[in-house]
């Protein structure tokens, strides 16, 4: 059965840094994208960041351009991602996720839900003013 589990994820003030993990089990994931999504309160969820396979791509939302980077381990088959500068707007659940495709030709894939097939269950990320 395929898992991922996110981890890191807790209350921190305006200005701060945390780091998420999420950990694969079940497949490897070593040659497949993976990304973050979140969802805040009342909201739809959105993307966050993305990576490829080997990690020579990134892209993020504009919102987090410059204070989140995303990376990998694929001997680990873990993604994590690192959070600074953290605003109260970023409070949300954040969710993994990870495709079975190798690689998404449009790039605009990278940021729709639809095309990854495998999430976690989110780990709640709060950040007060």
């Known amino acids: 059965q395929v898992q991922l589990v996110e981890s890191g994820g807790g209350w921190v003030q305006a200005g701060g840094s945390l780091r998420l993990s999420c950990a694969a089990s079940g497949r490897s994931f070593s040659a497949n994208p993976m990304a973050w999504f979140r969802q805040g309160p009342g909201k739809e969820r959105e993307f966050v960041a993305a990576i490829t396979w080997n990690g020579g791509s990134e892209y993020y939302s504009d919102s987090v351009q410059g204070r989140f980077t995303i990376s990998r381990d694929n001997a680990k088959n873990t993604v994590y991602l690192q959070m600074n500068s953290l605003k109260p707007e970023d409070t949300a659940v954040y969710y993994c996720?990870?495709?079975?495709?190798?690689?998404?030709?449009?790039?605009?894939?990278?940021?729709?839900?639809?095309?990854?097939?495998?999430w976690g269950h989110g780990t709640q990320v709060t950040v007060s003013s």
């Open positions: 996720a990870a495709t079975v495709k190798h690689f998404l030709s449009d790039t605009r894939g990278y940021y729709a839900t639809n095309e990854y097939e495998y």
